[in-house]
Each structure stands twice: as C-alpha cells, then as structure tokens.
C-alpha cells in the first residue's frame, strides 16, 4: 500500500531533497515550497528518515483539505481511521503551526483535533481511557493558506540530529545543511577536501558520510519505529541494510584545521561519535597558515559572519585571507557560505556562482569560486 509523504526542506534545498528522493526510486517527487511530497510505502518513509541527507524531517499525509472554521478542522480530524494507526496507548503529542488562514490559533488547533482523534478511538475502539503515558505519536497539524494538513511525524526530533554531535562549539552548522553544501560544492569523492575553519567538524563530517556510504540516520532512532502500525522487524532489516551497504575504507582526503584548540577536541569527539575515527585529518592551525601538497581539491568553509558589532571588520580581514589561501592553491576551488554581502569584495574576486541559502534565520550566500584547470 503506497501513502502520501511530505520531506520538510529549508528555504532552497528542495530541488536537492527532490533529487536524492529521485535516487531512492521513490515516485511522483513534487517540490513546493519548504516541503517535497512524494508516494511510498511505511517501508520507503522509513528508509527516507534513514538516508535523506538535506531533509529535516518526514511526515505521512494523513489529511489535506480546505478548512476555514473550527467545526471543519474537526469533522477533517473525526474522518481519519487513527483505530488503523494507533492503539490507544501512545502519548499523543499535537503542535500545530498557522500562517495567513482563517484559523490562526495553534494552540486552539492542537487542542480541538487531539479531542476529534480520542473521540474517534472511543467510538471505534473499546479503549476509553487514554493512559498517553506510552511512545510518542506525534500529529503535526499545518494550517496555511486555509489548507490544513494532518501529518503524522515520522523522524520524531530534526533529521539534522544524526546523532554524533553532542557538544556544541561556536555557531555549528545544521547538519542538514553542512550535508546541502557539500552537495552544491564543487567537491566529488575521491577528491581532496579541506575545510580551514572546521569548527567542531560538521562539514567534513558529513562529505565523510557521503564518501563512505554511509547513511546519515543510522546512528539514532525514529518516531516510526514504536508506531504499533509499524513492524519493528522492518527497521531492524533496514538498517542492517544500510550498514552493509557502508563502505567506510572508501573515505580518504578529508581533513580540516581551526585556530581554536576547544573546537578541534569538539571535532575529534564528533568524528568518534559518527563512526570514523581515524578517517579524518584535524589538526590546530590558523588558515593563513595553511598550505596543502595535493594539486587539486577544494575548500569548503564556513567561517564567522561578524554579525555582531564589532566583529564585522575582524572577519571581513579573514575573509581576505581566505582569499590569498585560494591564491596559494590557484588550482583548488573554494567554497564558503557567509551572511556578509562585502564576502567578495573582502575575498578580492567575484564568484564564479551564487546561490542564496538560509542558516537558521540568516539570509547567505553560499560562494563558489572556482580553481584553475590543471593542464591534461
Ligand atoms: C562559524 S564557526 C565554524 C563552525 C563549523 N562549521 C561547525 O560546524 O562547527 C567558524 C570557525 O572559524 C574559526 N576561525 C576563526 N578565525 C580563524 C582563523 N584565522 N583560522 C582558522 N580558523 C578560524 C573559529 O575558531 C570557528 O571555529
């Protein structure tokens, strides 16, 4: 039986959450904005919340109609079978969001659709009572544009959590996102990447996870796993799966340096963590120091944006100096994501591309600049 899914995307990942859906064999890929839909089975949507890498969380369709009135959020809730998705005994976990609707009570809407689903198990079950002590089935109800959306959260926390980061170092990445700019960057597998202001190591992290194969969920847990309507049998095959599909010996030329000696041991306990110790060269070095033998590789970075005042000028002096490690390595691309719309003029040459990203709230530019081609 195939259903109806939802990936949830920042702001511009959606044509690359689109593309890796297309790669998993999965059908009908259509992206809106800040969300991609597709048809799969509960076997797909699991294996979605395993290997998407862009993706923050995945969310079966359970319900989509047009609602302008309380009454009508309710009678849409009433009419979804939950008898076929729930025992009675999880804990029932609702949120909602509203934008530019009629309905624009979260709170209002929550409430109202969590008493529509336990009505309907108590008139459709012989449960009546709801102890809502077990796991957590978590129903997120989206109003937008007077379009509501009954979904069930599959992923449970943020995709983004893979799992291997638990001490957090000065401004990290989105794992999510650091994945979405090893995609858009230049960098291929088997290519040397060096990132010179690695920070606690997200981005060499995750081009590590791309490199070897390995996929990016198989470190933690998922909502869908304690869904009665689920068998758990099912993750358990999938994710041996995934592991056996890990080439972990394919990882090679990855490595990074930061000046701050506390987030390279951030690194170094991320790079543990994530299974791929030994796999990564980290060392304390500032970037205009650094001068790498390979020919050819790329840069990729993600340096401070000096959003604070004061710290504007500081940072727009690094950004020159990555600038002249690009000038060291004239035949390696760089790459550097950045707030600061002086980047280019800082860095003392236009980029080859540009594209427009979000870091959390902040509006970017994810800069490509692109080396020189080696002579054949
Ligand atoms: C925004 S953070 C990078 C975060 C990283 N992407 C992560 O996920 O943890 C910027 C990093 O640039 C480093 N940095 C600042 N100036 C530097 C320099 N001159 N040389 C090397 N690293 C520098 C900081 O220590 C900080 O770790």
């Known amino acids: 039986m195939t259903y109806e899914w939802m990936a949830v995307s920042a702001f511009g990942l959606e044509g690359a959450i689109a593309g890796e859906l297309r790669r998993l064999g999965l059908s009908d890929v259509r992206s809106e904005n800040g969300f991609v839909r597709f048809r799969g089975t509960l076997t797909d949507g699991y294996r979605c919340n395993l290997s998407l890498r862009f993706s923050d969380r995945v969310y079966l369709v359970l319900a989509e109609e047009s609602c302008r009135s309380f009454e009508a959020l309710f009678q849409l809730v009433s009419s979804i079978p939950w008898e076929k998705y729930t025992d009675g005994t999880e804990f029932f976990h609702l949120s909602a969001q509203c934008a530019r609707s009629q309905l624009m009570s979260p709170r209002d809407c929550q409430s109202i659709s969590k008493k529509a689903i336990l009505e309907r198990l108590r008139a459709r079950t012989s449960r009546t009572v709801f102890p809502e002590k077990g796991a957590e089935f978590p129903v997120h109800i989206s109003v937008h544009s007077d379009t509501v959306r009954v979904l069930l959260d599959t992923s449970g926390s943020s995709l983004s959590r893979r ?175 950045s707030s600061d719309p002086g980047f280019e003029k800082s860095f003392g040459r236009r980029a080859d591309k540009k594209r427009r990203l979000y870091n959390g709230r902040l509006e970017c530019q994810f800069y490509t600049f692109m080396g020189r081609k080696l002579r054949a």
């Open 163 to 337: 799992g291997y980061r638990t001490w957090n170092g000065e401004a990290p990445l989105r794992e999510t996102l650091a994945a979405a700019l090893v995609e858009f960057s230049p960098w291929r597998p088997g290519q040397p990447l060096y990132d010179p202001c690695c920070g606690t190591g997200t981005l060499l992290i995750e081009a590590a996870l791309r490199q070897g194969h390995l996929a990016p969920g198989l470190r933690r847990s998922f909502a869908m796993e304690s869904f009665a309507f689920f068998p758990a049998r099912e993750a358990a095959v999938l994710k041996a799966e995934a592991e056996a599909a890990c080439l972990p010996d394919r990882i090679a030329g990855i490595a990074g340096s930061d000046l701050d000696p506390d987030a390279i041991d951030l690194a170094h306990r991320h790079v543990l963590q994530a299974g791929l110790k030994g796999r990564i060269a980290l060392e304390v070095r500032p970037l205009q120091e650094v001068t790498l033998e390979a020919e050819n590789g790329v840069f990729l970075c993600n340096p401070p944006y000096g959003e604070r005042l004061g710290d504007q000028e500081a940072c727009r002096a690094l950004y020159h100096d990555l600038g002249l490690l690009q000038k060291r390595h004239p035949t390696w691309s760089l790459c550097a994501i």
